[in-house]
């Protein structure tokens, strides 16, 4: 589903490089439910961000279903984002002046889907995260967890092969964040293929396979599956704590380029 061999990122600072993600290896099978863990600053989203064609590494090689995605113009990258990803933010990133049917309508427009068909499959993934009776709520007139919710039924409106979460509990309660979850699980029950990004163990732990990354490399990669499997093999001490925040600015940056990148991009416009 998704292979990347000795994938590099290099960002060049004045004099300094800083190699974001240093030789990254890692293959994805279908149906797979993956956590990726690791300190602020150790190439999580760096990672996200190749995995889920947003950006795209200086050196290495990657391929997404049997395609490879690192010999791809910005025009295929868009459109095979657009039609095997789902994503999912840890600050939403839904459009504010859109409803919450508009928002999850995106993905599908992009994809060319008639309006009609459109509107009852956006329904269909509203109604899946409970929230069939607020469609017509902007962003600003739910909860961060209603919100959350909102872009789960986004990223999986257009049943993608993939659903990528970068922090999806991060900005929310913990009632709250079970819920979300809980739809990973489900979702993943369904066959779907999960990765999701966070530098919380509890959450890491919920998945059936556990990459820590730190310093850009892959350090461990464990099973955590059956009686056999030992999630505690990740100790605290592996994780550290990520609470600086660095990259948290250029996190934002990177989303909103994705945001303007999918508004902007080859498809006819949104609006
Ligand atoms: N556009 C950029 N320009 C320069 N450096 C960057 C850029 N994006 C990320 N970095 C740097 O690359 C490294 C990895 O960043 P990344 O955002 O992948 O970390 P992260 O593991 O997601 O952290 P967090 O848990 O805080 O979200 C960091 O040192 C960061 O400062
Ligand atoms: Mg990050």
Known sequence: MIRLENITKVYKMGDTELHALDGVSLHIKPHEFVSIIGPSGSGKSTLMNMIGCLDVPTSGRFWIDGVEASK????????????????????????????ALENVELPLIYRGIPTAQREEMAKKALDRVGLLDKIHHKPTELSGGQ??????????????????ADEPTGALDSKSGIE?????????????????ITHD?????QAERIITIRDGKITSDIDNRGDMADATNV???????????KAADLDADLKNAY???LINDNTGGAE
């Open 72 to 99: 791809m113009t910005d025009n295929q990258l868009a459109d095979l984002r657009n039609q095997k990803l789902g994503f999912i933010f840890q600050q939403y990133n839904l459009l504010t002046k859109l409803t």
């Open 147 to 164: 919100q959350q919710r909102v872009s789960v039924a986004r990223a999986l409106s257009a049943n993608p092969s993939l659903i990528l």
């Open 180 to 196: 979300i979850m809980q739809m990973m699980h489900d979702l993943h029950d369904e066959g779907n293929t999960i990765v999701i």
């Open 201 to 205: 163990l509890n959450i890491a732990k």
């Open 235 to 245: 100790k605290g001490s592996d994780i550290g704590d990520s609470t600086d925040g």
């Open 259 to 261: 945001i303007n990148n």
